[in-house]
């Protein structure tokens, strides 16, 4: 059997732990990266595209092949195009939809009981410190914060202005919780039927994380376009609350999007100085955090005692499946 993913994101990890578990492997890439990801022994089979539509047709030619989306794939290949692969998909691809609508996406954590920060439908609602953020995994592009109605007025037109939005109701306007994020990744097994922790990551991004080096009196309003990825582990307290969201987001998904949330997925939060996690986003699929994690996480390793990426543990879920001669209650 062949596991595959699209040449970006956490491509490498991916295909790196399928060969681990002894599959073979295949990576659709563009013509301008092929020559990048040669340099990786581990990718067996090059399937090189020169537009999307063909990236689909070459994807779809494959046999006995799994296909592994990760964060990268609705962005470049767009929702359209990809509700054309007809490989099966590793995870629940009827969460993509939900994923791409910011309204869908939050309404699926408090369905779960999970807190997530006030959300004001128009500016004139704002009465606190927000955030703007502009739809889509844009990696923090365009996003800003604002103390009142008049602020997040002209940054909305702003942004108008610059063409990064057409239209007002694209973006979405959040409480801006005060604390420190915390991005927990999860793994849910159908296969074991349990969740795992599988590592803590923390966005590093400028110029929110470079405004503390600078003097007290210069001031700069902070930017949140994403420029790595740095690990983290949590006081132990603080995990049972983080399991709970975990699993009451399986449950939910279970009951709203069918069959629910297999295998990677990632409570992207906020922890406050009351140690309560405030969760503003969810990722249905694999996060390029995890690519921290190559080698296992401190918490990967409180399972399974053998170095354990989320690419590796993908492909061992599917090992179990066809062990078990279940292959369809992880794809679909
Ligand atoms: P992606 O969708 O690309 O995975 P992301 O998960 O990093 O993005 P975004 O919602 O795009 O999350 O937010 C980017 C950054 O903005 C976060 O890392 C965090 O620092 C900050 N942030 C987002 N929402 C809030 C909030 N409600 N309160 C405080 N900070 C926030």
Known sequence: ?????????SSLQILHGAKMEGFRTAILSSQTRENFYRRFGFIDNFLVYKNE?????LL??????????????????????????KLPIFG???LFPWESNQVKKMKLLEMSNIKTPTRFERPEDVDRLVIVKLPGAKGGRGYFTARTKKEVKEGIKQLLDKKMIQNEDELIIQEYIIGIPMYFQFFYSPMLQRVELTGIDIRYETNVDGLRRLPGDIKAD?????AGNIPAVARESILPLAFEYAENFIKTTR?????????????ESIVTDQLDIIVFEF?????????????????????????????R????????????????????
């Not at 059997?1 to 994101?9: D, E, G, P, Y």
């Not at 009951?255 to 409570?267: A, D, E, M, Y």
């Open 222 to 226: 902070p930017t949140f376009v994403v």
């Open 1 to 9: 059997m062949i596991l595959s993913t699209l040449a970006s994101h």
């Open 60 to 85: 779809n030619s494959l046999q006995d092949a799994i296909f592994i989306p990760h964060g990268s794939l609705i962005e470049y290949v767009g929702i359209e195009r990809v509700s054309k692969i």
């Open 53 to 57: 539509e063909e990236a689909i047709n």
């Open 255 to 267: 009951n709203v999007v069918s069959p629910g949330v297999i295998g990677p997925f990632c409570l």
């Open 313 to 332: 543990r993908i492909a061992r879920e599917i090992n179990l499946a066809i062990q078990k001669g279940k292959i369809e209650d992880v794809v679909t």
């Open 283 to 311: 990722s249905g699929r694999i996060v390029a955090g995890t690519n921290i994690y190559v080698n296992g996480s401190p918490y990967s390793w409180l399972y399974w005692n053998e170095p354990m990426s989320v690419g």
């Open 92 to 94: 629940n691809r009827n």
